[in-house]
DNA sequence: TCATTATGTTCGCTATAAGAACATTAAAAT
DNA sequence: ATTTTAATGTTCTTATAGCGAACATAATGA
Protein backbone atom coordinates (compact mmCIF):
# COMPACT_ATOMS: atom_id res chain seq x y z
CA UNK A 1 0.00 0.00 0.00
CA UNK A 2 1.93 3.10 -1.47
CA UNK A 3 2.08 6.12 1.37
CA UNK A 4 1.32 9.51 -0.58
CA UNK A 5 3.57 12.00 1.73
CA UNK A 6 4.58 15.08 -0.43
CA UNK A 7 3.09 14.58 -3.68
CA UNK A 8 2.50 17.73 -5.65
CA UNK A 9 -0.49 19.15 -4.50
CA UNK A 10 -2.42 21.14 -7.59
CA UNK A 11 -2.51 25.03 -6.75
CA UNK A 12 -6.18 24.67 -6.75
CA UNK A 13 -5.70 21.99 -3.76
CA UNK A 14 -3.34 24.28 -2.16
CA UNK A 15 -4.07 26.68 0.63
CA UNK A 16 -1.14 29.20 0.75
CA UNK A 17 -2.68 31.53 3.81
CA UNK A 18 -2.71 28.35 5.88
CA UNK A 19 0.41 26.93 4.94
CA UNK A 20 1.84 30.51 5.57
CA UNK A 21 0.36 30.76 8.74
CA UNK A 22 1.83 27.71 10.13
CA UNK A 23 5.61 29.21 8.81
CA UNK A 24 4.57 31.77 11.24
CA UNK A 25 4.60 28.87 13.48
CA UNK A 26 7.32 27.43 12.64
CA UNK A 27 9.71 30.34 12.96
CA UNK A 28 9.14 30.10 16.85
CA UNK A 29 12.46 27.80 18.00
CA UNK A 30 14.53 26.96 20.31
CA UNK A 31 16.48 29.58 19.92
CA UNK A 32 14.01 32.13 19.31
CA UNK A 33 11.29 31.52 21.39
CA UNK A 34 10.00 34.91 21.78
CA UNK A 35 10.16 37.70 18.45
CA UNK A 36 8.48 40.95 18.15
CA UNK A 37 6.32 41.09 14.99
CA UNK A 38 8.61 42.84 12.62
CA UNK A 39 11.40 39.74 14.04
CA UNK A 40 8.71 37.63 12.55
CA UNK A 41 7.81 39.61 9.36
CA UNK A 42 11.53 38.85 8.96
CA UNK A 43 11.82 35.88 9.49
CA UNK A 44 9.29 34.49 7.17
CA UNK A 45 9.96 36.74 4.50
CA UNK A 46 6.37 38.47 4.57
CA UNK A 47 5.11 41.79 5.19
CA UNK A 48 4.41 43.41 8.74
CA UNK A 49 0.29 43.58 7.94
CA UNK A 50 0.53 39.52 6.49
CA UNK A 51 2.36 38.53 9.99
CA UNK A 52 0.30 40.62 12.14
CA UNK A 53 -2.23 38.57 10.98
CA UNK A 54 -1.45 35.51 11.33
CA UNK A 55 0.38 36.34 14.93
CA UNK A 56 -2.98 38.01 15.69
CA UNK A 57 -5.41 35.13 14.88
CA UNK A 58 -3.06 32.64 16.38
CA UNK A 59 -3.26 35.12 19.71
CA UNK A 60 -6.97 34.72 19.42
CA UNK A 61 -7.16 30.97 18.98
CA UNK A 62 -5.27 31.05 22.11
CA UNK A 63 -2.01 29.47 20.98
CA UNK A 64 0.17 32.48 21.73
CA UNK A 65 0.01 34.94 23.76
CA UNK A 66 1.61 38.71 23.43
CA UNK A 67 2.89 41.39 26.55
CA UNK A 68 2.35 44.17 23.83
CA UNK A 69 5.80 43.47 22.40
CA UNK A 70 6.85 40.55 22.24
CA UNK A 71 4.59 37.06 20.87
CA UNK A 72 4.85 33.20 22.71
CA UNK A 73 3.49 30.36 22.13
CA UNK A 74 1.24 29.17 24.95
CA UNK A 75 0.71 25.23 25.82
CA UNK A 76 -2.25 25.31 23.69
CA UNK A 77 0.34 24.58 20.72
CA UNK A 78 0.32 20.88 22.23
CA UNK A 79 -3.62 20.31 20.45
CA UNK A 80 -1.40 20.63 17.35
CA UNK A 81 -1.03 17.10 16.95
CA UNK A 82 1.30 16.00 19.68
CA UNK A 83 -0.46 14.44 21.94
CA UNK A 84 -1.59 12.18 19.40
CA UNK A 85 2.07 11.54 17.90
CA UNK A 86 2.86 10.59 21.25
CA UNK A 87 0.30 8.32 22.11
CA UNK A 88 0.95 6.16 18.62
CA UNK A 89 1.50 2.42 19.62
CA UNK A 90 5.13 2.23 19.35
CA UNK A 91 5.98 5.00 21.70
CA UNK A 92 3.80 3.51 24.45
CA UNK A 93 6.01 -0.11 23.71
CA UNK A 94 8.81 1.87 23.89
CA UNK A 95 8.61 4.09 26.61
CA UNK A 96 8.86 2.05 29.66
CA UNK A 97 12.07 0.05 27.71
CA UNK A 98 13.33 2.84 27.09
CA UNK A 99 12.94 4.51 30.77
CA UNK A 100 14.63 1.37 32.36
CA UNK A 101 17.59 2.12 29.80
CA UNK A 102 18.24 5.27 30.88
CA UNK A 103 17.77 4.27 34.44
CA UNK A 104 20.57 1.54 33.67
CA UNK A 105 22.61 3.27 31.70
CA UNK A 106 22.17 6.80 33.84
CA UNK A 107 21.60 8.57 30.36
CA UNK A 108 19.09 9.89 28.56
CA UNK A 109 18.14 7.98 25.40
CA UNK A 110 16.03 9.03 22.85
CA UNK A 111 13.54 7.50 19.89
CA UNK A 112 14.45 9.07 16.51
CA UNK A 113 12.99 9.06 13.35
CA UNK A 114 14.37 10.38 9.70
CA UNK A 115 12.56 13.03 7.99
CA UNK A 116 13.72 14.56 4.61
CA UNK A 117 17.40 15.55 5.46
CA UNK A 118 17.13 15.64 8.93
CA UNK A 119 15.98 13.60 12.11
CA UNK A 120 13.01 14.02 14.36
CA UNK A 121 13.54 13.27 18.23
CA UNK A 122 10.51 11.96 19.10
CA UNK A 123 10.56 9.75 22.04
CA UNK A 124 12.58 10.38 25.27
CA UNK A 125 13.37 8.87 28.52
CA UNK A 126 14.95 11.08 30.81
CA UNK A 127 17.74 10.47 33.59
CA UNK A 128 18.08 12.38 36.63
CA UNK A 129 21.52 14.05 35.66
CA UNK A 130 21.31 18.04 35.83
CA UNK A 131 23.95 17.65 33.10
CA UNK A 132 22.32 17.09 30.16
CA UNK A 133 22.55 17.46 26.10
CA UNK A 134 20.43 20.36 24.89
CA UNK A 135 17.84 17.61 23.08
CA UNK A 136 14.32 17.25 23.82
CA UNK A 137 11.23 15.99 21.78
CA UNK A 138 10.64 17.98 18.82
CA UNK A 139 14.35 18.43 17.98
CA UNK A 140 15.96 18.30 14.38
CA UNK A 141 18.86 18.00 13.41
CA UNK A 142 20.76 17.09 9.98
CA UNK A 143 20.75 13.60 9.23
CA UNK A 144 24.44 13.25 8.67
CA UNK A 145 25.97 14.54 11.70
CA UNK A 146 24.54 11.92 14.50
CA UNK A 147 24.33 8.39 14.72
CA UNK A 148 20.50 7.84 14.61
CA UNK A 149 20.97 9.56 11.20
CA UNK A 150 23.51 7.31 10.42
CA UNK A 151 21.45 4.22 11.19
CA UNK A 152 18.48 5.43 9.61
CA UNK A 153 20.15 6.56 6.18
CA UNK A 154 21.71 3.06 6.17
CA UNK A 155 17.77 1.06 6.44
CA UNK A 156 16.87 3.29 2.99
CA UNK A 157 16.78 1.40 0.14
CA UNK A 158 19.70 2.16 -2.16
CA UNK A 159 17.87 4.33 -4.56
CA UNK A 160 16.63 6.20 -1.80
CA UNK A 161 20.04 6.82 0.00
CA UNK A 162 21.95 8.02 -3.46
CA UNK A 163 18.78 10.61 -3.92
CA UNK A 164 19.13 11.80 -0.34
CA UNK A 165 23.08 12.04 -1.31
CA UNK A 166 22.11 13.41 -4.28
CA UNK A 167 20.32 16.27 -2.62
CA UNK A 168 21.69 16.95 1.35
CA UNK A 169 23.20 19.56 1.54
CA UNK A 170 26.22 18.27 3.82
CA UNK A 171 26.62 20.97 6.35
CA UNK A 172 30.09 21.14 8.65
CA UNK A 173 29.22 22.27 12.04
CA UNK A 174 33.06 20.80 13.68
CA UNK A 175 36.05 19.75 12.03
CA UNK A 176 34.65 16.48 12.56
CA UNK A 177 31.93 16.65 10.19
CA UNK A 178 32.00 14.67 7.42
CA UNK A 179 30.80 16.83 4.43
CA UNK A 180 32.39 14.47 1.56
CA UNK A 181 29.54 12.60 -0.29
CA UNK A 182 31.75 9.88 -0.44
CA UNK A 183 32.88 9.11 3.40
CA UNK A 184 29.63 9.19 4.38
CA UNK A 185 28.22 6.52 1.77
CA UNK A 186 31.65 4.59 3.11
CA UNK A 187 30.34 5.11 6.56
CA UNK A 188 26.71 4.07 6.01
CA UNK A 189 27.77 1.29 4.35
CA UNK A 190 29.86 0.47 7.54
CA UNK A 191 26.73 0.91 9.25
CA UNK A 192 25.10 -1.45 7.14
CA UNK A 193 27.06 -4.42 8.18
CA UNK A 194 27.28 -3.31 11.85
CA UNK A 195 23.79 -3.16 12.34
CA UNK A 196 25.16 0.14 14.90
CA UNK A 197 26.39 3.50 14.75
CA UNK A 198 28.79 6.10 16.63
CA UNK A 199 29.21 9.66 15.74
CA UNK A 200 31.77 11.50 17.72
CA UNK A 201 31.40 14.98 18.03
CA UNK A 202 30.28 15.90 14.50
CA UNK A 203 27.71 18.26 15.32
CA UNK A 204 28.93 19.59 18.26
CA UNK A 205 32.02 19.34 19.90
CA UNK A 206 31.54 17.38 23.38
CA UNK A 207 28.78 15.39 21.99
CA UNK A 208 28.89 12.13 20.92
CA UNK A 209 25.92 9.57 20.17
CA UNK A 210 25.64 6.03 19.76
CA UNK A 211 22.27 4.10 17.75
CA UNK A 212 20.87 1.24 16.96
CA UNK A 213 18.00 0.75 14.40
CA UNK A 214 14.45 -0.25 16.12
CA UNK A 215 12.58 -2.56 13.96
CA UNK A 216 8.87 -3.92 13.82
CA UNK A 217 6.95 -6.86 13.64
CA UNK A 218 7.95 -7.06 10.11
CA UNK A 219 11.34 -6.48 10.31
CA UNK A 220 11.15 -2.81 8.79
CA UNK A 221 13.48 -0.22 10.57
CA UNK A 222 10.91 2.29 12.06
CA UNK A 223 13.05 4.14 14.36
CA UNK A 224 15.99 4.82 16.00
CA UNK A 225 17.53 4.58 19.40
CA UNK A 226 19.48 6.68 20.96
CA UNK A 227 21.93 7.73 23.42
CA UNK A 228 23.78 10.72 22.84
CA UNK A 229 25.86 11.76 26.09
CA UNK A 230 28.87 14.54 27.08
CA UNK A 231 31.71 13.14 25.54
CA UNK A 232 33.41 13.47 28.86
CA UNK A 233 31.24 10.99 30.48
CA UNK A 234 31.50 7.87 28.53
CA UNK A 235 34.33 6.50 26.36
CA UNK A 236 34.25 5.85 22.37
CA UNK A 237 35.42 1.92 24.18
CA UNK A 238 32.40 1.55 27.21
CA UNK A 239 30.42 2.81 24.29
CA UNK A 240 31.12 0.50 21.83
CA UNK A 241 31.00 -2.54 24.55
CA UNK A 242 28.61 -1.95 27.53
CA UNK A 243 26.44 0.66 26.40
CA UNK A 244 25.90 -0.66 23.10
CA UNK A 245 24.69 -4.29 24.52
CA UNK A 246 22.29 -2.18 26.54
CA UNK A 247 20.75 -0.78 23.48
CA UNK A 248 20.53 -3.79 21.08
CA UNK A 249 18.96 -5.55 24.35
CA UNK A 250 16.38 -2.61 24.54
CA UNK A 251 15.61 -2.27 20.64
CA UNK A 252 15.05 -6.34 20.82
CA UNK A 253 12.77 -5.76 23.61
CA UNK A 254 10.85 -2.91 21.57
CA UNK A 255 10.68 -5.20 18.71
CA UNK A 256 9.45 -7.77 20.60
CA UNK A 257 6.75 -5.51 22.67
CA UNK A 258 5.18 -4.56 18.84
CA UNK A 259 4.99 -8.34 18.24
CA UNK A 260 2.13 -8.71 21.00
CA UNK B 1 3.18 43.83 32.17
CA UNK B 2 -0.41 42.83 31.07
CA UNK B 3 -0.40 39.78 28.49
CA UNK B 4 -2.93 40.00 26.09
CA UNK B 5 -4.20 36.24 25.50
CA UNK B 6 -7.65 36.01 23.99
CA UNK B 7 -8.90 39.69 23.08
CA UNK B 8 -10.76 39.71 19.79
CA UNK B 9 -9.19 40.44 16.86
CA UNK B 10 -10.96 42.59 14.40
CA UNK B 11 -12.36 40.73 11.79
CA UNK B 12 -9.78 42.19 9.41
CA UNK B 13 -7.19 41.08 11.86
CA UNK B 14 -8.14 37.86 11.69
CA UNK B 15 -7.09 35.24 8.89
CA UNK B 16 -10.01 32.47 8.70
CA UNK B 17 -8.81 30.36 6.45
CA UNK B 18 -5.37 29.90 8.97
CA UNK B 19 -7.72 29.27 12.05
CA UNK B 20 -10.13 26.83 9.82
CA UNK B 21 -6.60 24.49 8.47
CA UNK B 22 -5.70 24.92 11.92
CA UNK B 23 -9.00 23.23 13.42
CA UNK B 24 -8.09 20.55 10.97
CA UNK B 25 -4.90 19.33 12.50
CA UNK B 26 -6.78 19.79 16.00
CA UNK B 27 -9.47 17.12 15.10
CA UNK B 28 -6.67 14.76 15.20
CA UNK B 29 -6.65 13.44 18.74
CA UNK B 30 -5.22 10.09 20.60
CA UNK B 31 -9.30 8.88 20.05
CA UNK B 32 -9.00 9.49 16.42
CA UNK B 33 -4.85 9.23 14.97
CA UNK B 34 -6.31 8.44 11.66
CA UNK B 35 -9.23 9.60 9.62
CA UNK B 36 -10.62 10.20 6.18
CA UNK B 37 -11.48 12.81 4.26
CA UNK B 38 -15.12 12.34 5.21
CA UNK B 39 -14.25 11.80 8.70
CA UNK B 40 -12.40 14.69 8.65
CA UNK B 41 -15.13 17.14 7.14
CA UNK B 42 -17.43 15.66 9.95
CA UNK B 43 -15.11 16.55 12.50
CA UNK B 44 -14.63 19.90 11.29
CA UNK B 45 -18.17 20.94 9.92
CA UNK B 46 -16.48 21.92 6.69
CA UNK B 47 -17.55 20.69 3.09
CA UNK B 48 -15.59 17.73 1.75
CA UNK B 49 -13.73 20.25 -0.77
CA UNK B 50 -12.56 22.57 1.98
CA UNK B 51 -11.04 19.95 4.15
CA UNK B 52 -9.80 18.04 0.83
CA UNK B 53 -7.98 21.66 0.18
CA UNK B 54 -6.22 21.76 3.87
CA UNK B 55 -5.66 18.27 4.38
CA UNK B 56 -3.72 17.96 0.85
CA UNK B 57 -1.73 21.15 2.03
CA UNK B 58 -0.76 19.23 5.29
CA UNK B 59 0.52 16.14 3.43
CA UNK B 60 2.35 18.55 0.36
CA UNK B 61 3.68 20.24 3.57
CA UNK B 62 5.06 16.88 4.98
CA UNK B 63 2.45 17.41 8.41
CA UNK B 64 0.67 14.40 7.26
CA UNK B 65 0.41 11.17 4.97
CA UNK B 66 -2.15 9.63 3.51
CA UNK B 67 -2.44 5.92 2.47
CA UNK B 68 -5.09 6.79 -0.30
CA UNK B 69 -7.60 6.35 2.51
CA UNK B 70 -6.44 7.55 5.77
CA UNK B 71 -4.78 10.65 6.32
CA UNK B 72 -2.91 10.62 9.94
CA UNK B 73 -0.03 12.89 11.55
CA UNK B 74 3.97 12.93 10.68
CA UNK B 75 6.34 13.69 13.21
CA UNK B 76 7.11 16.88 11.27
CA UNK B 77 4.13 18.06 13.37
CA UNK B 78 6.31 18.75 16.03
CA UNK B 79 7.88 21.29 14.26
CA UNK B 80 5.18 22.89 15.27
CA UNK B 81 5.72 24.62 18.60
CA UNK B 82 6.87 21.16 20.59
CA UNK B 83 10.56 21.88 21.08
CA UNK B 84 10.06 25.52 21.99
CA UNK B 85 7.58 24.54 24.61
CA UNK B 86 9.61 22.03 26.01
CA UNK B 87 12.62 23.58 26.18
CA UNK B 88 11.69 26.57 28.39
CA UNK B 89 13.47 27.33 31.15
CA UNK B 90 11.30 26.21 33.92
CA UNK B 91 10.67 22.38 32.28
CA UNK B 92 14.71 22.21 31.77
CA UNK B 93 15.43 22.96 35.48
CA UNK B 94 12.36 20.41 36.18
CA UNK B 95 13.33 17.61 34.20
CA UNK B 96 15.96 15.95 36.28
CA UNK B 97 14.26 16.84 39.97
CA UNK B 98 10.77 15.21 38.30
CA UNK B 99 13.00 12.51 37.30
CA UNK B 100 14.23 11.90 40.61
CA UNK B 101 11.10 11.91 41.86
CA UNK B 102 9.70 9.50 39.37
CA UNK B 103 12.40 6.95 40.40
CA UNK B 104 11.85 7.50 43.87
CA UNK B 105 8.15 6.60 43.86
CA UNK B 106 8.42 4.22 41.26
CA UNK B 107 5.32 6.36 38.86
CA UNK B 108 5.12 8.81 36.22
CA UNK B 109 4.96 12.56 37.53
CA UNK B 110 3.58 15.31 35.38
CA UNK B 111 3.94 19.06 35.25
CA UNK B 112 0.66 20.91 34.64
CA UNK B 113 -0.90 24.11 33.43
CA UNK B 114 -4.57 25.69 33.37
CA UNK B 115 -5.89 26.64 30.10
CA UNK B 116 -9.17 27.80 30.07
CA UNK B 117 -10.96 25.31 31.74
CA UNK B 118 -8.99 22.12 31.20
CA UNK B 119 -5.22 21.25 32.15
CA UNK B 120 -2.37 20.46 29.72
CA UNK B 121 -0.10 17.75 30.20
CA UNK B 122 3.48 19.67 29.79
CA UNK B 123 6.22 17.76 30.55
CA UNK B 124 6.82 14.28 32.48
CA UNK B 125 9.13 12.16 33.94
CA UNK B 126 8.14 8.41 33.19
CA UNK B 127 8.92 4.90 35.47
CA UNK B 128 9.85 2.15 33.56
CA UNK B 129 6.45 0.46 34.65
CA UNK B 130 4.45 -1.29 31.98
CA UNK B 131 1.00 -0.26 33.69
CA UNK B 132 0.82 3.28 33.82
CA UNK B 133 -1.90 5.96 33.42
CA UNK B 134 -3.04 6.82 29.72
CA UNK B 135 -1.92 10.55 30.18
CA UNK B 136 0.97 11.85 27.97
CA UNK B 137 2.52 15.69 26.92
CA UNK B 138 -0.31 17.38 25.45
CA UNK B 139 -3.34 15.73 27.25
CA UNK B 140 -5.72 17.73 28.21
CA UNK B 141 -8.55 16.78 30.75
CA UNK B 142 -11.32 19.07 32.68
CA UNK B 143 -9.99 20.84 35.21
CA UNK B 144 -12.37 20.45 37.64
CA UNK B 145 -11.87 16.55 37.25
CA UNK B 146 -8.16 16.06 38.38
CA UNK B 147 -5.63 17.52 41.47
CA UNK B 148 -3.79 19.60 39.12
CA UNK B 149 -6.64 21.21 37.99
CA UNK B 150 -8.09 21.55 41.70
CA UNK B 151 -4.52 23.49 42.33
CA UNK B 152 -4.53 25.68 39.76
CA UNK B 153 -7.77 27.10 40.05
CA UNK B 154 -7.19 27.60 43.68
CA UNK B 155 -3.91 29.63 42.74
CA UNK B 156 -6.66 31.79 40.51
CA UNK B 157 -7.74 34.93 42.11
CA UNK B 158 -11.18 34.73 43.62
CA UNK B 159 -12.97 36.73 40.85
CA UNK B 160 -10.88 34.48 37.99
CA UNK B 161 -12.19 31.73 40.11
CA UNK B 162 -15.53 33.02 40.14
CA UNK B 163 -15.34 33.57 36.25
CA UNK B 164 -14.54 30.16 35.99
CA UNK B 165 -17.13 28.57 37.58
CA UNK B 166 -19.32 30.88 36.00
CA UNK B 167 -18.83 29.63 33.27
CA UNK B 168 -17.42 26.16 33.41
CA UNK B 169 -19.36 23.13 32.32
CA UNK B 170 -18.91 20.42 35.41
CA UNK B 171 -19.14 17.18 33.26
CA UNK B 172 -19.94 13.74 35.20
CA UNK B 173 -17.17 11.40 34.35
CA UNK B 174 -17.76 9.06 37.19
CA UNK B 175 -20.27 8.85 40.01
CA UNK B 176 -17.78 10.53 42.23
CA UNK B 177 -17.26 13.45 40.05
CA UNK B 178 -17.81 16.98 41.43
CA UNK B 179 -20.58 18.45 39.60
CA UNK B 180 -21.95 21.06 42.22
CA UNK B 181 -20.15 24.84 41.89
CA UNK B 182 -20.70 24.87 45.37
CA UNK B 183 -19.07 22.36 46.11
CA UNK B 184 -16.25 22.81 43.78
CA UNK B 185 -15.47 26.06 45.33
CA UNK B 186 -15.57 24.46 48.61
CA UNK B 187 -13.00 21.79 47.85
CA UNK B 188 -11.24 24.84 46.21
CA UNK B 189 -10.99 26.80 48.98
CA UNK B 190 -10.23 23.78 51.19
CA UNK B 191 -7.04 23.36 48.84
CA UNK B 192 -5.87 26.78 49.34
CA UNK B 193 -5.91 26.41 52.75
CA UNK B 194 -3.91 22.99 52.83
CA UNK B 195 -1.70 23.80 49.54
CA UNK B 196 -2.06 20.17 47.77
CA UNK B 197 -5.07 18.40 46.45
CA UNK B 198 -5.93 14.46 46.05
CA UNK B 199 -8.76 13.58 44.02
CA UNK B 200 -9.68 10.12 43.91
CA UNK B 201 -11.42 8.41 40.77
CA UNK B 202 -13.53 12.02 39.35
CA UNK B 203 -12.14 11.21 36.00
CA UNK B 204 -11.95 7.90 35.36
CA UNK B 205 -12.65 5.00 38.44
CA UNK B 206 -9.57 3.41 39.09
CA UNK B 207 -7.71 6.79 38.90
CA UNK B 208 -6.39 8.93 41.49
CA UNK B 209 -3.39 11.61 41.63
CA UNK B 210 -1.99 14.05 43.71
CA UNK B 211 -0.73 17.14 43.49
CA UNK B 212 1.11 20.31 44.69
CA UNK B 213 1.83 23.62 43.62
CA UNK B 214 4.88 24.98 41.66
CA UNK B 215 6.23 28.18 42.27
CA UNK B 216 8.46 30.79 40.33
CA UNK B 217 11.32 33.19 42.03
CA UNK B 218 8.81 35.77 42.46
CA UNK B 219 6.44 33.22 44.64
CA UNK B 220 3.99 32.76 41.67
CA UNK B 221 2.22 29.64 40.90
CA UNK B 222 3.11 28.80 37.48
CA UNK B 223 2.30 25.03 37.50
CA UNK B 224 1.34 22.06 39.20
CA UNK B 225 3.70 19.39 39.89
CA UNK B 226 1.02 16.00 39.27
CA UNK B 227 1.27 12.33 40.10
CA UNK B 228 -1.44 10.00 38.80
CA UNK B 229 -1.52 6.36 39.71
CA UNK B 230 -3.73 3.80 39.50
CA UNK B 231 -5.58 3.97 42.24
CA UNK B 232 -5.17 0.23 43.23
CA UNK B 233 -0.80 0.63 43.54
CA UNK B 234 -1.17 3.43 46.40
CA UNK B 235 -3.45 3.75 49.14
CA UNK B 236 -5.26 7.23 49.57
CA UNK B 237 -3.27 7.28 53.58
CA UNK B 238 0.21 6.78 51.77
CA UNK B 239 -0.73 9.10 48.81
CA UNK B 240 -1.22 11.90 52.14
CA UNK B 241 1.59 10.94 54.16
CA UNK B 242 5.03 9.67 52.09
CA UNK B 243 3.74 10.42 48.39
CA UNK B 244 3.02 14.04 49.46
CA UNK B 245 6.56 14.91 51.25
CA UNK B 246 8.32 13.91 48.11
CA UNK B 247 6.12 16.02 46.02
CA UNK B 248 6.14 19.01 48.26
CA UNK B 249 10.34 18.69 48.31
CA UNK B 250 10.52 18.15 44.39
CA UNK B 251 8.39 20.94 43.68
CA UNK B 252 10.72 23.39 46.48
CA UNK B 253 13.80 22.19 44.40
CA UNK B 254 12.19 23.14 41.19
CA UNK B 255 11.36 26.73 42.68
CA UNK B 256 14.91 27.25 44.07
CA UNK B 257 16.29 26.01 40.65
CA UNK B 258 14.02 28.80 38.95
CA UNK B 259 16.01 31.25 41.32
CA UNK B 260 19.54 30.75 39.84
C1' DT C 1 14.02 67.88 20.77
C1' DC C 2 14.56 65.42 16.65
C1' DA C 3 15.41 61.19 14.20
C1' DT C 4 14.71 56.51 13.82
C1' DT C 5 12.34 52.34 14.52
C1' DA C 6 8.37 49.62 15.45
C1' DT C 7 3.67 48.91 15.45
C1' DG C 8 -1.20 49.93 14.17
C1' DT C 9 -4.73 51.06 10.74
C1' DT C 10 -7.02 51.88 6.47
C1' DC C 11 -8.29 50.81 2.01
C1' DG C 12 -8.38 49.38 -2.82
C1' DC C 13 -7.60 45.51 -5.55
C1' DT C 14 -7.43 40.96 -7.24
C1' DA C 15 -6.94 36.39 -6.90
C1' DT C 16 -7.76 33.21 -3.39
C1' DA C 17 -10.61 30.20 -1.11
C1' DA C 18 -15.24 28.54 -0.63
C1' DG C 19 -18.97 25.79 -1.83
C1' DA C 20 -22.16 23.83 -5.21
C1' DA C 21 -22.58 20.60 -8.59
C1' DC C 22 -21.00 17.14 -11.41
C1' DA C 23 -17.87 13.04 -12.35
C1' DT C 24 -15.46 9.02 -11.01
C1' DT C 25 -14.21 5.33 -8.05
C1' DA C 26 -14.79 2.09 -4.43
C1' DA C 27 -17.43 -0.58 -1.36
C1' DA C 28 -21.59 -2.77 0.08
C1' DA C 29 -25.92 -4.99 -0.83
C1' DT C 30 -28.79 -7.88 -3.52
C1' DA D 1 -22.73 -10.49 -11.50
C1' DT D 2 -25.32 -6.35 -11.13
C1' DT D 3 -27.15 -2.56 -8.73
C1' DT D 4 -27.06 0.64 -5.14
C1' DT D 5 -24.77 3.36 -1.92
C1' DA D 6 -20.96 5.80 -0.17
C1' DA D 7 -16.69 8.14 -0.68
C1' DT D 8 -13.55 10.77 -3.11
C1' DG D 9 -12.03 13.76 -6.97
C1' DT D 10 -12.67 17.69 -10.06
C1' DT D 11 -14.45 21.79 -12.11
C1' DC D 12 -16.15 26.25 -12.07
C1' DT D 13 -18.26 30.52 -10.53
C1' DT D 14 -17.99 34.33 -7.61
C1' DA D 15 -17.87 36.94 -3.54
C1' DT D 16 -15.04 38.41 -0.42
C1' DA D 17 -10.99 37.28 2.00
C1' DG D 18 -6.45 38.26 2.28
C1' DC D 19 -2.73 40.96 0.62
C1' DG D 20 0.30 44.77 0.48
C1' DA D 21 1.03 49.70 -0.02
C1' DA D 22 0.67 53.77 2.23
C1' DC D 23 -0.38 56.51 5.95
C1' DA D 24 -0.77 57.28 11.08
C1' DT D 25 0.67 56.68 15.70
C1' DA D 26 3.63 55.28 19.37
C1' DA D 27 7.97 54.05 21.31
C1' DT D 28 12.84 54.29 21.58
C1' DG D 29 17.37 56.19 20.97
C1' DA D 30 20.65 59.96 20.11
Known amino acids: MPTKT ?5 SRDYVNSFARGLEVIRVFTRAKPRMTLSEVAKA ?5 ATARRFLLTLVQEGYMESDN ?10 DLGYSVLSSMEIWDVAQPIMQ ?6 QECCFAVVLQEHSVIYTARATS ?6 GISVGSRVPAH ?31 NTITSKVK ?27 SVPIKDATGRVVA ?22 ELMTASNQITAGLMR
Open 69 to 78: KHFMLRPKIL
Open 128 to 133: NRYVSV
Open 145 to 175: TVSSGRVLLAALSEEELLKYLDEAELVKYTP
Open 100 to 105: QLADKL
Open 44 to 48: TDMTR
Open 224 to 245: ALNMPCPSARISFDEMRTRVLT
Open 6 to 10: KEETS
Open 184 to 210: LKSEIDQTRLDGWAIVDQELEIGLRSI
